[in-house]
């Protein structure tokens, strides 16, 4: 017989490190009464045979971030219990093989600097030193990571466990959650077998079990486990105590020194994939069989790197499962099916090193309503439907494992698990000979030139000319950017007005027929989303925003409708959108039918006739050259584009917009904004109402005295730069900031990027440190290119 309680705020599912430190974290934030379900003993699912690194280094600020709280977490806890949580912080030693990972090591080694962890270029000679068992023949360069290290899983997890019980929290063990109760789409409970529990919110932390249990109350987790393998040796002469971590990622190991012995471990180019169910219900402290032909190759390489290994005795080849996300991140945050359910999830291998600051960002989410800081890339939202069919997770996450230690090139696409959804353009976009990328589903056309796959790169892409040639159309001519995988929600209905009023921070009480650019803002006056608003009557708006973002955004809209008398319909696959730009529009407009087109103003909408269709043409433009953005019935838009195309417009694809919104300056949602990010820092308070009584309206009000602007434009002097976001910006010689987005921008023919920086005033000469070399640039606080002015031929 178990005590459990009849009530708990909430309840944690999963005694893995990840649901440990959420207990933890949720005990620490106040809630006492939070409680810990575990199907059998603590750390039995994939915690307990973790090679348990822990590298601080991530490709985001934020993840850095966590990743630093974790490592400072464990080894506080240590002091705090006295129990030892098996922390060793010996570093971590990255080497580069080949000239592309040197560049990346060295990106990544900026990026350490602009995210204060220390990280220092040392020679083949330094790295052989500090792994004198290393053939370091081919090594070209490394990085050493002295803050790095490896803690005992098992041991922080029942350190964690500890902790949260002396501030009131409980775990139970050996009690499975078998059915989540919910009540008008909010959690109300679970069932376990040891009886019902009432809570308000449950936190689903069952590792790779976490799908079924997410889909007890209807939510999607998707996520699916791979075998992952590390090979264990005996003894093995010349190890002497603790080593620093070795990454050879060229090779696709990660090896560290294990009891004497050495602990070789893997991430094959195609992991193999585990089909749910195949693992049975009461897998605890389970590993899967060795399998030696799959982990040959990785013998080879790591023989190569460890040539000791030949007389090294082999413990073992430990084989444990792990679970994979799509998109190789984490999914952390409430779920969009069902509210008080969230999600902390799909470790991606990493969940030993994320699992502190992760759970404290669970808890936060769960009392607090957010995280303690953006990580909207981990969102437990940002999945499309589509993606929780087991025959893509089983294609992807086989992909996703073996992409964990792939070189970070710029325009690097997932092969499998595509085509999932289509724009109604799809067969159009082919035969124009189309490149493809994935973005909730869909796939966009990035550029457009009949040449095979391109080779990726981090200097000069093989895109280079076919963007240019794509922006040099839109600037002189028109092109037509294919736009229908926006997200599109309808708010109909008596209230809509006050609604968009409560919940947006512009004033959307303009008469129909208006554009209008706004922010769903939080109550820290930072970004939800932003998106374009179009009034089509007095009683209904439709709304336009990120393809990836439309759950969420969803979701928030629902989360602040109560009380208005509203009617909110997502119509995203109805409606085409596609975005005729350049000087030439006006013209092309003309010859189609519709020139009562040319006489809408800026930030208007419009109906007219193109080609015989119905389009509902919007005056404005991403791109920073005028135009519409074109909304018709997806069923016509074939029609309309091929009429386009006939009439001289020419296709452009993500990358030719990319460019030129940057050099137009317009700031993006996941780059220069998120909810870290509030519209002064970002320049773009003017666009939000002076009156109050939005969401977010005090704290932006808050902002206008305290804050200033932060988001500028840098042009690199050098033509051959190639920033790609995420570098530091340094002003008089100081790091004071990072990029967001970055691109060649054609019209002005140099490299620029988006940062956000702080202290430097407009004009600033500063540099950009692209893989550990400085870029000089100028900063302004103004579009790199402006095309005011200019009027669209025969408008
Ligand atoms: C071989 C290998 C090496 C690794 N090396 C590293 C590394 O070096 N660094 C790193 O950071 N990460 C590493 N990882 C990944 C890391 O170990 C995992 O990401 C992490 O342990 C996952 O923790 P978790 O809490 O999410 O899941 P788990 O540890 O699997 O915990 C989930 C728990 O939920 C319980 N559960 C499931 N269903 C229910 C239910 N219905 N009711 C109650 N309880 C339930 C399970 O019993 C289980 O105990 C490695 C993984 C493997 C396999």
Not at 132 to 140: I, R
Not at 309 to 315: D, N, P
Not at 711 to 718: F, G, P, S
Request: charged content about 20%.
């Amino acid at each position: 017989m178990t005590d459990l309680p009849a009530h708990a705020s909430v309840v944690v599912i999963g005694g893995g490190i990840m649901g440990c430190s959420t207990l933890y974290h949720l005990a620490e934030m106040g809630a006492g009464d939070a409680i810990l379900l575990e199907r059998d003993k603590l750390a039995s699912g994939t915690t307990w045979h973790s090679a348990a690194q822990v590298r601080a280094l991530r490709h985001s600020r934020n993840l850095t971030r966590m990743i630093r709280y974790s490592i400072d977490l464990y080894s506080r806890l240590e002091r705090e219990t006295g129990q030892s949580t098996g922390w060793i912080g010996r570093g971590s030693l990255s080497i580069a093989t080949t000239p592309d990972r040197l560049a990346h090591i060295r990106r990544q080694e900026a990026l350490a600097h602009a995210f204060g962890v220390e990280a220092a270029s040392i020679s083949p000679g330094e790295a052989k030193a500090r792994w004198p068992l290393m053939n370091a023949d081919d090594v070209l360069g490394a990085v050493w990571s002295p803050e790095d290290g490896r803690v005992g899983p098992s041991d922080v997890s029942a350190v964690l466990v500890r902790a949260a019980r002396a501030r009131g929290a409980r775990l139970f063990e050996d009690v499975r959650v078998t059915g989540i109760l919910t009540e008008n789409g909010r959690v109300r409970g679970v069932e376990t077998s040891a009886g019902a529990v009432i809570c308000d919110a449950v936190a689903v932390c069952a590792g790779l079990w976490s799908r079924e249990v997410a889909a007890m109350a209807g939510a999607r987790a998707p996520l699916l486990a791979c075998e992952h393998f590390y090979l264990l040796t005996g003894p093995v002469e010349g190890l002497t105590g603790n080593m620093p971590t070795l990454s050879d990622h060229d090779g696709r190991l990660y090896i560290r020194d294990d009891s004497g012995g050495l602990l070789v471990g893997c991430f094959e180019p195609m992991g193999k994939p585990i089909p749910p169910g195949a693992l049975g219900e009461n897998f605890a402290f389970g590993l899967l069989p060795e399998d030696w032909d799959h982990f040959g190759p990785m013998m080879a390489n790591a023989l190569h790197r460890l040539p000791v290994l030949e007389t090294a005795g082999v413990r073992m080849l430990l084989n444990g499962p792990e679970s994979f996300t799509p998109d190789g991140m984490f999914m952390l945050g409430e779920t969009a099916e069902t509210r008080g359910l969230f999600l902390g999830c799909g470790m991606n291998s990493v969940g030993v090193a994320s699992a502190g600051g992760a759970g404290m960002n669970l808890a936060h989410c769960i009392l607090r309503g957010h995280t303690a800081y953006d990580l909207s890339e981990a969102d437990a939202m940002r999945f499309a439907p589509v993606f929780d069919s087991v025959e893509h997770l089983m294609a992807r996450a086989a992909e996703v494992l073996g992409a964990h230690y792939e070189i970070a090139y710029p325009g690097r696409q997932f092969a499998t698990a595509r085509d999932l959804r289509r724009v109604a353009l799809d067969t159009e976009h082919r035969a124009a000979g189309a490149h493809m990328g994935q973005f909730y589903g869909w796939e966009r056309p990035l550029w457009f030139g009949k040449t095979a796959e391109p080779v990726l790169r981090f200097d000069r892409p093989d895109w280079f000319e076919a963007v240019g040639a794509e922006v040099m159309a839109a600037h002189q001519r028109a092109a037509v950017f294919d736009l229908s995988s926006f997200g599109k929600i309808e708010i109909e209905g008596p209230g809509a007005e006050a609604f968009l009023l409560h919940v947006c921070a512009s004033n959307m009480a303009r008469a129909p027929g208006a554009v209008i650019y706004t922010a769903l803002l939080n109550e820290r006056g930072t970004y939800e989303s932003d998106l374009t608003a179009q009034r089509l009557a007095a009683d209904r708006y439709r709304l336009y925003t990120g393809a990836a973002a439309i759950a969420r955004d969803l979701a928030w809209l629902r989360r602040h409708a109560e009380g208005f008398d509203i009617r909110l319909r997502d119509v995203t696959e109805d409606h085409a959108v596609l975005g005729l730009m350049g000087p030439d529009s006006a013209r092309i407009a003309g010859v189609l039918g519709g020139p009562a087109l040319n006489a809408l103003g800026y930030f208007r909408h419009g109906i007219a006739d193109l080609a015989g269709r119905r389009v509902r043409a919007a005056r404005l433009s991403y791109v920073g050259e005028a135009g519409w953005e074109l909304t018709c019935r997806a069923a016509d838009a074939s029609a309309i584009y091929a009429a386009l195309m006939e009439a001289g417009a020419a296709p452009a694809g993500l990358f030719a917009q990319a460019s030129m919104r940057i050099e137009k300056g317009f700031a993006a949602m996941g780059h220069e904004l998120d909810s870290d990010i509030g519209p002064v820092e970002a320049g773009l308070e003017r666009m939000c109402s002076r009156k109050n009584g939005f969401v977010g309206s005090d704290a932006l009000d808050e902002c206008r005295r305290t804050r200033c602007r932060s988001l500028a434009t840098i042009v690199l002097d050098d033509p051959g730069s190639q920033p790609l976001g995420h570098e530091p910006v340094l002003f008089n010689g100081r790091i004071a900031g990072r990029t967001t987005s970055a691109a060649f921008g054609y019209r002005i023919g140099r490299p620029l990027a988006l940062a956000h920086v702080a202290g430097a005033p407009d004009g600033a000469a500063v540099e950009v440190d692209i893989a550990a070399t400085r870029h000089a640039g100028r900063l302004r606080f103004a579009p790199a290119f402006d095309p005011e002015g200019r009027r669209m031929r025969g408008g």
